[in-house]
């Protein structure tokens, strides 16, 4: 993959430093160096200190990465919402794990994604920046090489992306604000180390919510994720005791649909490559819009 840039502002500054500044990361840099990573500055090739001044063009060629023998790819269907030469974003159906667990027989989004990758004759590395559950469906992202993952993942670790959940809970939410922000930190539950749970002393975690609607049984909830501790949304309505339908592990009642009712319908990040804003819908499934 060949990126290009030309440099915009005026003071003179040395490669790697603008390098840094359009997103490399020092690791990223270091494999430039030592891996077989090309860079050009106006059709030379140049090393990190050189200097480089307004108007010049600058190429990178990235290194080859090397592919985990462990994600064995599988042929199977992929529900592709965008795509480009560096992102890849898909609605994970339920029921799919998003990567492949040992020992595990049925494949995983990565297999079916790595399969999907080399018949398109792209670099079949798994760059899996966000993740669902397995019987979470909707918006799951992956990058098409390091220095995409990168620069999407940074928009993860300061909450610059928005992603929007609709989620079903058990109860009618009466007696709660109709929105709010819960904010109990989660921790690793001390009896179930897959599972979590309210810990005074764990991370840090926050989410939005707005009713949507109510039913006698059951509530519709447009949920967003400020942080993204693992099983966030689950614990944290079930703290408030109105666990996901169907969540068995952090009791949801299963009457109404055999799988947690949690779906990423909306994801919205700033394309740091394009320089463009990318909006992603995801329809509902069938099993919870039967359900509303």
């Known amino acids: ?22 997103g490399f990361s020092r690791t990223q ?65 339920a029921g799919l794990a998003s990567l492949p667990a040992q020992g595990q027989t049925t494949p995983a989004l990565a297999n079916l994604v790595k399969f999907y990758l080399q018949s398109q004759h792209q670099n079949d590395v798994i760059h899996l920046i966000s993740r669902l559950d397995r019987d979470t469906s909707g918006i799951i ?10 620069l999407l993942a940074s928009e993860f670790r300061t909450a610059a992306v928005k992603k929007e959940y609709l989620a079903l809970v058990t109860g009618t939410w009466s007696n709660l604000p109709t929105q709010g922000t819960i904010t109990f930190p989660i921790g690793v539950d001390p009896q179930n180390h897959n599972l979590r749970c309210v810990d005074p002393q764990g991370q840090p975690a926050l989410t939005k919510y707005q009713v949507l609607d109510c039913f006698p049984h059951y ?74």
């Open 1 to 22: 993959m060949i990126y290009h840039w030309r440099k915009q502002d005026a003071p003179v500054q040395k490669l790697g430093s603008f390098l840094q500044q359009v």
């Open 219 to 292: 509530t519709v909830l447009k949920i967003a994720l400020v942080t993204g501790r693992t099983h966030q949304i689950r614990v944290h309505c079930a703290a408030m005791g109105h666990p996901l339908l169907g969540d068995r592990a952090y009791g949801g009642s299963t009457h109404y649909i055999a799988r947690q009712a949690l779906h990423c319908r909306h994801f919205t990040f700033w394309h740091q490559i394009q320089r463009q804003q990318i909006q992603i819908w995801a329809p509902v499934p069938t099993d919870i819009q039967a359900l509303l």
């Open 141 to 150: 992202s992956l990058a098409k090489n390091a220095y995409a993952h990168y």
């Open 29 to 93: 840099l270091k494999q430039l160096k030592y891996h077989a990573g090309l860079v050009f500055v106006n059709h030379k090739r140049r090393y990190f200190d050189y200097l480089v001044r307004q108007n010049d063009e600058i190429w990178v060629r990235l290194p080859n990465e090397n592919s985990s023998p462990k994600i064995v790819p599988q042929a199977g269907p992929l529900s592709i919402l965008y795509e480009d030469d560096n992102y890849l974003i898909l609605n994970k159906p």
